[in-house]
């Protein structure tokens, strides 16, 4: 037997209102008195009335959709990120579109269509790749706001942004190893263009300046966020004549490659030589050993990204008319594990 849909005539009935006080109390609830805001709430439970969503986003040109670009959703680092975005955003009632720009090789036409076809109201980019032109394009088409940067960022985009600190983090990390002995550090890097890249080499570069730390050409192994590039790197350290005695990686996933080709190559690790890695991903507390990292509080980045999207769409959205657009930096933090100790005696 097929139910009879509840329309909201039915709401009205039974609460003893008009159809406009029931609209009202869905809409703009703050302006019906508490009496008859109650009664109207009693008679949806009761009839089961369910609102037309798709219907209300078009009567107010209302996706009520945001579009999440991620560049590799392969990578278990965006989880927890994607998480904070979605509770946030699904409390406000928004749904979620992720499209993966490294599998879906989404170009700057499919996303302008986005907005054209009004199939969202706002983007939030994980993907620091985005080129210039196409950032322009999106800017004029989707307005002031409408797309924030999270986690990566475009140099110089006049976009809205959070981002963990990844200069401090990086010095956190160098700081550590400086103080269990280490002076001979390695550090593998994250892609050539990358802002994150670049963020942590600089900060590894001036804290190991301020130790008076010794430096060698050979100690910065070029990598790619990956385990396969961190399985590379130690191929290539193993190979050293003048092997360092701790390594800070750019990501976990590269720490984890890394400590496979090492335990590979005949070093244990952290009694051989200490790993450090960066995010504090899951698996981090469980790899064997245990992973040394800098912990990016990622849940708190995509709600702080989703919260600055949805102040963007908002009626007070006057401050994201700034010429650079509001940066948020979280912070981060040291999680000392089983990767690193004192550094071994020759």
Not at 22 to 49: K, Q, W
Not at 77 to 99: H, K, N
């Amino acid at each position: 037997m097929v139910q009879k849909s509840v329309k909201i005539q039915d709401v009205a009935k039974v609460a003893g209102v008009s159809t406009a006080t029931v609209s009202r109390a869905l809409s703009n609830p703050e302006l019906l008195s508490e009496s008859t805001r109650d009664a109207v709430l009693s008679a949806i439970r009761t009839t089961g009335y369910r609102v037309n969503r798709a219907a209300r986003s078009l009567r107010r040109q209302e996706a009520r959709a945001v579009l999440v670009l991620v560049p590799n959703l392969g990578n278990p680092f965006f989880s927890e990120i994607l998480a904070g975005m979605t509770a946030v955003l699904g409390g406000a009632d928004y749904s979620v579109l992720i499209t993966d720009t490294k599998g879906s090789g989404a170009d700057e036409r499919q996303l302008l269509d986005y907005f054209r076809d009004a199939r969202v109201d706002g983007m939030i980019s994980l993907d620091g790749g985005l080129d210039d032109d196409e950032l322009e394009l999106l800017r004029g088409q989707a307005g002031n706001g409408r797309v924030v940067f999270a986690c990566e960022w475009v140099q110089g985009a006049k976009l809205p942004s959070v981002r963990s600190d990844n200069l401090e983090g990086a010095r956190l990390a160098v700081q550590h190893l400086h103080e269990l002995g280490h002076r001979k550090i390695a550090h593998i890097t994250g892609p050539q263009d990358n802002v994150l890249t670049h963020a942590r080499r600089e900060g590894m570069l001036e804290e190991r300046a301020r130790l008076g730390l010794p430096a060698r050409d050979e100690w910065i192994v070029r990598g790619d966020f990956s385990l396969e590039s961190g399985q590379d790197a130690g191929a290539r350290i193993l190979a050293m004549e003048d092997r360092p005695t701790a390594v800070f990686c750019c990501s976990d996933q590269v720490a984890f490659g890394l400590i496979s080709a090492l335990h590979a190559g005949g070093l244990r690790v952290p009694e051989d030589i200490s790993v450090i890695g960066f995010d504090d991903i899951e698996l981090s507390a469980f790899y064997v050993p245990a992973l040394t990292t800098i912990r990016q509080n990622r849940r708190q980045l995509g709600q702080a990204a989703a919260q600055l999207l949805l102040d963007g769409l908002g009626p007070d959205a006057g401050f994201l008319n700034e010429a650079t657009g509001p940066v948020q930096t979280i912070d981060v933090d040291l999680v000392v594990r089983a990767s690193t100790s004192a550094v071994p005696h020759a």
